[in-house]
């Protein structure tokens, strides 16, 4: 008896704190002019929710004890409108609070929509989290897999210049355009973007210093979980990739100069059906520096390019590219690449070659030979050491 009484004073007492915790303040878009009738505009109840309710409660730096609310149902995401301002949602200078969605937000087809949908801005310590998702709608937006009719069709997420910012948990499907821009020092997990297997539709496009992508799956046809230049630390763990253009660096476009990549690591990455397993990509005339990369435990079933660094992706042949690509690690890539290509093939500049480029436990078939230009390093036969 004396055990039972015990064990239920300290359920008690668990319950009790559980209420304690569970003390947040919610503030839903339903008291804010929204309606889940996939109809109303989801937009202007979003920044009205925002600013009227969230703002002028946050006192903590614990994120989830100020929520923006998304309740279940189905809600149309199409332009904000607050006072006289139009536009797609931007929550500036934005610090301290969860958007939570449990809803299903769909995009409409509008041509004139363009930008991204959610913006966090100059953000600090916001959670975005599900168990929702959004509904892009992209296909209505390249009408037969045509990418040149909308051209500037919009994005779905960015965090532009956040820190501590948390993204999970929710499911993103076929964007008209990139699914998730992260530029800061923040963290990307257990969640999923499923898009059209078509250009333009990138997953994780992230940049800044430390980010941290693990535990995601990308089905598009385009950049899985790719790194952007500026970045300075970035881990990637556990990714699934399907039908995309792989894990990759850069692009870099023609003229970039001041390139500056450094200290990535990608680990545990599973590729199938894709353009590409691993590929940095720039132009002969980019210039700066990509350094100190490594690509370990990665799984590729019909991997177009399996592994391959190009200075001329998308064309350039003037091989004068002080673009210095550096301390390159590859180890662990098993299965399998496409008949026609090299598992390896690197590309490299001539007046700026690529070095130090080191391989291990490479075991990939159904590829061609490799084949290596301007480039030095280990572990390959027919790479020349530096
Ligand atoms: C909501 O509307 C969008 C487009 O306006 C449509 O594609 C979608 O199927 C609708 N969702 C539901 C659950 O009816
Ligand atoms: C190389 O990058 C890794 C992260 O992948 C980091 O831990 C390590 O310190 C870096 N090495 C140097 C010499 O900066």
Redesign the pocket.
Known sequence: MQAFLSAATVFLLALIHAQEALAFIECSVLDYGAVADNTTDLGPALTKAWQECVIPQVTTTVATDVLLYVPAGNYLLAYSHYFLIVDTVTFDDAANWNLHIAGDIFLPFNPSLTGTMLTFENCENILLNGPGAIYGNGYRYRPGGDLTLYPSRPRLIRFQTCNNCEITAITLYDAPMFHVTIIGDNEAHDMSIIASHIGETDGFDMSGNNNYVHDVTVENGDECVTVKTPTN???AERITCRYTAGCNIGSFGSGATGVDV????YSDVTISNSDAGVMIKSYPNCAGTV????FTGFTLSAAAYPIYISAFWEGGTTDTGTLQIS?VTFENFQGTGTPTRPAVLLDCNKATPCKDIAFSGISLTDTKADSFTNACGSGLSGLSSC
């Open positions: 630390g970035f881990v450094q200290n990535v690591y350094k100190n990369v490594t301390d």
